[in-house]
Protein backbone atom coordinates (compact mmCIF):
# COMPACT_ATOMS: atom_id res chain seq x y z
CA UNK A 1 0.00 0.00 0.00
CA UNK A 2 1.28 3.28 -1.02
CA UNK A 3 1.42 6.04 1.68
CA UNK A 4 -0.78 9.61 0.95
CA UNK A 5 1.11 12.35 0.38
CA UNK A 6 -0.22 15.57 2.33
CA UNK A 7 0.82 18.86 1.10
CA UNK A 8 -0.17 21.97 2.54
CA UNK A 9 -0.88 23.74 -0.94
CA UNK A 10 -4.34 23.60 -1.98
CA UNK A 11 -6.11 21.31 -4.54
CA UNK A 12 -6.50 24.47 -6.78
CA UNK A 13 -4.91 27.68 -7.73
CA UNK A 14 -6.25 30.57 -6.07
CA UNK A 15 -8.28 31.62 -9.14
CA UNK A 16 -9.90 34.84 -7.06
CA UNK A 17 -7.00 36.37 -6.13
CA UNK A 18 -6.60 39.84 -8.42
CA UNK A 19 -2.55 40.15 -8.31
CA UNK A 20 -0.02 39.30 -11.18
CA UNK A 21 1.72 36.48 -10.10
CA UNK A 22 5.42 38.14 -10.73
CA UNK A 23 7.64 34.98 -10.80
CA UNK A 24 5.04 33.92 -13.96
CA UNK A 25 5.35 37.84 -15.74
CA UNK A 26 9.35 36.90 -15.09
CA UNK A 27 9.36 33.49 -16.33
CA UNK A 28 7.75 34.57 -19.04
CA UNK A 29 9.84 37.96 -19.86
CA UNK A 30 13.07 35.67 -19.25
CA UNK A 31 11.55 33.04 -22.00
CA UNK A 32 10.76 36.58 -24.29
CA UNK A 33 14.38 37.75 -24.12
CA UNK A 34 16.26 34.42 -24.66
CA UNK A 35 13.75 33.74 -27.75
CA UNK A 36 12.93 30.36 -25.87
CA UNK A 37 9.93 28.40 -26.27
CA UNK A 38 8.55 25.22 -25.35
CA UNK A 39 8.92 22.17 -28.14
CA UNK A 40 7.98 18.57 -27.16
CA UNK A 41 10.60 16.16 -27.25
CA UNK A 42 10.30 12.38 -27.29
CA UNK A 43 11.38 12.00 -23.95
CA UNK A 44 8.61 14.10 -22.87
CA UNK A 45 6.24 12.25 -24.48
CA UNK A 46 7.59 9.10 -23.02
CA UNK A 47 7.24 10.48 -19.39
CA UNK A 48 3.70 11.80 -20.14
CA UNK A 49 2.95 8.11 -20.64
CA UNK A 50 5.06 7.03 -17.62
CA UNK A 51 3.43 9.39 -15.66
CA UNK A 52 -0.53 8.51 -16.75
CA UNK A 53 0.17 5.01 -16.60
CA UNK A 54 1.36 5.18 -12.94
CA UNK A 55 -2.20 6.43 -12.07
CA UNK A 56 -0.56 10.34 -11.82
CA UNK A 57 -2.77 13.38 -12.90
CA UNK A 58 0.36 15.58 -13.72
CA UNK A 59 0.11 18.23 -16.57
CA UNK A 60 3.03 21.04 -16.54
CA UNK A 61 1.60 24.82 -17.64
CA UNK A 62 2.88 27.58 -19.67
CA UNK A 63 5.30 28.80 -17.21
CA UNK A 64 6.86 25.40 -15.60
CA UNK A 65 7.31 24.48 -20.01
CA UNK A 66 8.61 27.49 -20.65
CA UNK A 67 11.40 27.31 -17.34
CA UNK A 68 12.28 23.93 -18.38
CA UNK A 69 12.77 24.97 -22.22
CA UNK A 70 14.86 27.80 -20.38
CA UNK A 71 16.96 25.34 -18.68
CA UNK A 72 17.42 22.82 -21.90
CA UNK A 73 18.87 26.06 -23.86
CA UNK A 74 21.66 26.51 -20.96
CA UNK A 75 20.18 29.82 -19.99
CA UNK A 76 19.56 29.46 -16.49
CA UNK A 77 20.60 26.57 -14.50
CA UNK A 78 19.04 23.91 -12.61
CA UNK A 79 19.15 25.93 -9.05
CA UNK A 80 17.80 29.32 -10.77
CA UNK A 81 14.82 27.24 -12.41
CA UNK A 82 14.30 25.69 -8.96
CA UNK A 83 13.89 29.07 -7.29
CA UNK A 84 12.07 30.49 -10.26
CA UNK A 85 9.23 27.47 -9.83
CA UNK A 86 9.17 27.67 -6.35
CA UNK A 87 8.42 31.48 -6.56
CA UNK A 88 5.76 30.36 -9.32
CA UNK A 89 3.92 27.59 -7.26
CA UNK A 90 4.00 29.94 -4.02
CA UNK A 91 2.43 32.76 -6.16
CA UNK A 92 -0.33 30.39 -7.43
CA UNK A 93 -1.25 28.59 -4.59
CA UNK A 94 -1.47 31.58 -1.78
Known amino acids: MVPKIHSKLPLQPAESKAVQNTAAIAIRALAERHHVRYRQTALDVFGSHVTRL ?41
Open 54 to 94: SGDDVTLDEPALLLLALRRAGHISSEEAARLHGDYLRAKYE
